[in-house]
């Protein structure tokens, strides 16, 4: 689960660490008091989406001269004047695509002096399993970018959980970042609020790019980007309640709402598959023979007639979708549970693209008479690999 920079930044806060003053903004008419509780003299105006870029995106039939969207304002009417100017418009990035995605929130900040721009950032290191620091010189850039061109300008590390954190990785992360002097007592204060934000609230991903040194020498959070295990919300009401619908894909979203375990992907055949391991390859067996898959999505073991149905129905929702592939192995789901929800959810919806159900497993038998007797039009596969190559044929002509 991501959120938005103003509520990442009101949690580092929370935490004690160095950020700017700010106020967001749902309407344009809070603009004006929003920026004048604020001492100035120049203020940012950010919109506030769930994708980075912002600064370097443009706006959808954006005026000739018109910036991006982050501005820098002079005065308090100048910063109201940018807030009404990019609220409810749609804003394009190198992340959002070509769609976009419409601004809803605005954050209004005090100005920052910028001596340096660092680069920082907390994950989880899939191959340890540990919490890792990324750090770099160079801030304020996609750090993709720096990757790919000046890699040796990135030093990252991991935290061995059975030792914890200690003064030495907040040293280690200064000298990373080129600090000295009181920079670097900063600097490790700093990491130890970020990490243990980390580990309190369950973090993915925490990013703060820049990282700025100020004119003074002190170190500020100028930037933040948080995301979240979905699995453990449960037990964060607070993170929780800053969940954004409107920044979701909508039909991830419907997912998210019966359980289903759904990613929305760019190609052209819908797939319906019980198991991650299967449903990945389904989708790599469907790329062997020449298409793309239009998302991933789990139904998961123990699916109802009702579950199915819903997965269908998203499925078809799904404009770009072209043909569907069912690929069900039956351990505990059973397959003529998933065969009753595949028809109740064709005979809801209706059928405009070819579908292919391959069944396998507990009931299958069962599962194929439900299938043959429904007089739908219907391609029925005996394996994955058989089932793949029809459902491309019958997309692909």
Known sequence: MNIHEYQAKALLRSYGAPV???????????????????????????????????????FKEAQAGEKGGVRLAKSVAEAAEMAKQMLGRT??????????KQVNRIYIEDGS?????????????????????????????????????TPEKIVSFSVDPASGLSDFHGRRVAFALGLTGGQVKQCVGLIKILY???????????????????PDGNLKCLDAKMSFDGNAMYRHADIASLRDETEEDPKELAASKFD??????????????NGAGLAMATMDIIKLYGAEPANFLDVGGGATKEKVTEAFKIITSDPNVKGILVNIFGGIMRCDVIAEGVISAVKEVGLKVPLVVRLEGTNVEEGKAIINNSGLAVIAAENLKDGAQKIVKAVKG
């Open 20 to 58: 700017s003053d700010g106020r967001v903004v749902l309407k344009a008419e809070e603009a004006k008091t929003a920026a004048g509780e604020m001492d100035g003299p120049l203020w940012v105006v950010k919109a506030q989406i769930h994708a980075g870029g912002r600064g370097k995106g443009h």
């Open 91 to 100: 804003l394009v990035t190198h992340q959002t695509g070509p769609a976009g």
């Open 113 to 149: 002096d910028i001596a340096r721009e660092l680069y920082l950032a907390l994950l989880v290191d899939r191959q340890s399993s540990r919490i890792s620091f990324v750090a770099s010189t160079e801030g304020g850039m996609d750090i993709e970018e720096v990757a790919a061109n």
């Open 196 to 214: 243990k934000a980390f580990v309190e609230k369950d973090m993915e991903m925490l990013e703060i790019n820049p990282l700025i040194v100020t």
């Open 260 to 273: 289903l375990n759904y990613i929305a992907l760019d190609g052209e055949i819908g797939c319906m598959v």
